[in-house]
């Protein structure tokens, strides 16, 4: 069964000290990766998509790698306005633009 | 470019009721997927329509069904509404699908008293 697991739940960082988000996944087939923000009340943004393993994105403090079990969000010296959920989700293969998502990673930066 | 729309924002229903949400993608997106958002399951799959014609469909029961309009406007009906299905429900739209980007509407907090 396709699957996305996110570590930790939870976490909380001063500005500026750096950390990684986890995303496990088993999924058949693998078309994409995909990682939004959500901000409370707010439907998901889009962040990145990521195809195939070693592949990189960046985009201002965040940075998203790939490898064949798993991806990681990278933030780098991360201000207040980066804290939001951070969401993974899977699109596997077929003709669907289903996504399987993961319950997300509460990120809290403390000035 | 407007983003996807969603009416509407909240919604109050009794137990035993039906809701009827609706969902505007962005313009020249043919492909309309729907999720339901709790804080204990995340994010879940409830159905994709594609060029008017479901495409795929989560592993919802039955009182949850959707529709797809030839402007692909979308909505989506719940009957017989229990507890359980206090959400938000999510609309995502994208442009042909096939690992194309699905860009979120601001969601329908609904909730079953």
């Known amino acids: 069964e396709d699957q996305v697991t996110q570590s930790p739940e939870a976490l909380r960082l001063q500005e500026g000290e750096s950390s990684s988000l986890n995303c496990s996944y088993t999924?058949?087939?693998?078309?994409?990766l995909f990682w939004y923000r959500q901000d409370p009340g707010k439907g998901p943004e889009f962040l990145f998509t990521?195809?195939?393993a070693g592949e990189e994105k960046e985009k201002e403090r965040l940075k998203a790698t790939l490898t064949k079990k798993e991806s990681f969000l990278h933030i780098t010296a991360p201000k207040p306005e980066d804290s939001a959920t951070y969401l993974c989700?899977?699109?596997?293969?077929?003709?669907?633009?289903?996504?399987?998502f993961g319950t997300g990673t509460r990120l809290q930066v403390f000035p | 470019k407007a983003g996807v729309t969603q009416t509407p924002r909240y919604l109050i229903k009794t137990r035993g009721q039906q809701v009827t949400l609706s969902c505007s993608p962005i313009?020249?997106?043919?492909?309309v997927s729907w999720y339901q958002q709790t804080p204990g399951q995340g994010l879940q799959f409830l159905f994709e329509?594609?060029?008017?014609?479901?495409?795929n469909k989560g592993n919802f029961p039955g009182r949850f069904s959707g529709r797809q309009f030839s402007n692909s406007r979308s909505e989506m009906n719940v009957s017989t509404l229990e507890l359980g299905d206090s959400a938000l429900y999510l609309c995502?739209?994208?442009?042909?699908?096939?690992?194309?980007?699905?860009?979120f509407g601001p969601g329908t907090r609904l909730t079953v008293t």
């Open positions: 995502a739209s994208s442009f042909t699908g096939g690992s194309s980007w699905q860009y």
């Open positions: 999924v058949s087939g693998l078309r994409g």
């Open positions: 990521l195809y195939s």
């Open positions: 989700a899977v699109q596997a293969g077929g003709n669907t633009d289903k996504l399987i």
């Open positions: 313009s020249g997106h043919r492909s």
């Open positions: 329509y594609f060029s008017e014609t479901q495409r």
